[in-house]
């Protein structure tokens, strides 16, 4: 038997090699998510977070080719004023007009439907009774921007909540993708009553998502000296693609916003997005993921161990915290199609045909 000396010495070798490992790990986390513009997988579009292109679900999501015969899928383009409650106007596209089961998709990143699209029209293609909705946040695609007073994922489910009762649709199942999970869920802890279900593809969460992502979507604008005026922003990479893909009108509405109501507005959605850090999600506690009023989730992970935006680990989290969750590794469109489609008719109310 080994004296308790030995065992303390023993112990303490144990515990010294596990931290050595521990911080070669952390390491070569921050290494790997550095951005190497030489790197076939880097991905330059300045809606998306660099070296989004390395996760599995990128080529599922992102400019997506047609499936199924999805070229043939039926297609009704809109513009939705949601005023007077909301000083805006949404851009949306809707697959299967004729449809009787909603789902609404919030696309990832900072994106818009000309990117994200072609998914849900896959999905569209795959059941003619699904109306799949899909929508340009404010200030992303072609829809409006204005900066507001909350958070911007906040401001979002705001304008989905009016958004669902203009398209006189809901309960609804939301279909949310990384960062358009977050105004999802917001919606479902404010606005319940619309919400049928929720699916999540993927959870996002952990320290480096908190970090990175915060920096790279909002508070980067904070340090750069030359944002004096709307002027200078519309010069940034994301601004000049969202004046690019805009109608003139759309174009002078962004100049016409205040500078310094910009530059509030990437302060406050960034420090709020970075406070998340130590918790299971970003955007939302433990507690409020736990007090969510939905029938159901069902998050949605390619299944790669190491993706340092949305940590397995953090998914398999979630389905202790969320009432009546599941969770699916589903890495390509088939075995999305195979869990999504029961889960949305399962739970999804029909509605009336010509809704």
Same mark, same amino acid.
């Given at each position: ?29 921050? #290494?790997? &998510? ?81 990117a994200f699209g072609g998914f849900a029209r896959n999905i569209a ?42 398209? #006189? ?8 993708? *990384?960062?358009?999970?977050? *105004? ?16 999540? &593809?993927?959870? +996002?969460?952990?320290?480096? &998502? &908190?970090?990175?992502? *915060? ?12 944002? +004096? ?50 918790? +299971? ?7 409020q993921l736990a007090a969510l009023d939905v029938p159901a989730t ?20 979630a389905t202790t915290l969320l009432k009546n969750s599941s969770f ?23 509605? #009336?045909?010509?809704?």
């Amino acid at each position: 038997m080994k004296s308790p000396r030995k065992l303390s010495v023993n112990l303490m070798i144990g515990m010294t090699s596990f931290l050595l490992c521990m911080g070669s790990v952390f390491a070569d986390q921050h #290494e790997e &998510a550095a951005i190497d513009i030489n790197d076939p997988n880097y991905n330059p579009d300045p809606t998306l977070f660099k070296g989004a292109a390395n996760n599995p679900f990128f080529p599922l999501f992102f400019n997506a080719l047609p499936e199924g015969g999805a070229e043939n899928v039926p297609t009704e383009v809109r513009r939705i004023d949601l005023r007077p409650e909301r000083d805006m106007t949404l851009y949306v596209e809707i697959y299967n007009p004729n449809g009787t089961i909603p789902l609404i998709v919030t696309p990832g990143g900072m994106g818009e439907i000309g990117a994200f699209g072609g998914f849900a029209r896959n999905i569209a293609a795959a059941d003619s009774d699904l109306k799949v909705v899909i929508w340009d946040r404010r200030n992303m695609g072609r829809s409006e921007v204005s900066f507001g007073s909350e958070p911007l994922s906040t401001e979002e489910a705001e304008d989905m909540h009016v958004l669902l009762k203009r398209l #006189e649709v809901g309960p609804a199942t939301l279909f949310g993708m *990384s960062s358009g999970s977050r *105004s999802n869920m917001i919606l479902a802890q404010r606005h319940p009553e619309q919400i049928a279900a929720l699916v999540i &593809a993927p959870l +996002t969460g952990g320290p480096i &998502a &908190a970090e990175r992502l *915060s920096q790279e979507y909002y508070l980067k604008y904070l340090s750069d000296d030359t944002l +004096t005026s709307m002027e200078e922003v519309a010069k940034t990479p994301l601004w000049a693609a969202y004046m690019e893909r805009n109608t003139p009108d759309l174009r002078e509405a962004f100049m016409e916003q205040d500078v310094d109501d910009f530059l509030a507005a990437m302060k406050r959605t960034g420090e709020h997005l970075a406070s998340f850090h130590a918790k +299971t999600t970003l955007g939302m506690t433990d507690e409020q993921l736990a007090a969510l009023d939905v029938p159901a989730t069902l998050i949605l992970h390619h299944g790669e161990e190491r993706d340092f935006l949305h940590p397995i680990v953090h998914t398999r989290s979630a389905t202790t915290l969320l009432k009546n969750s599941s969770f699916a590794i589903t890495p390509t469109l088939g075995p999305v199609l195979e869990v999504l489609l029961p889960f949305v008719k399962q739970y999804t109310p029909v509605m #009336e045909p010509g809704r």
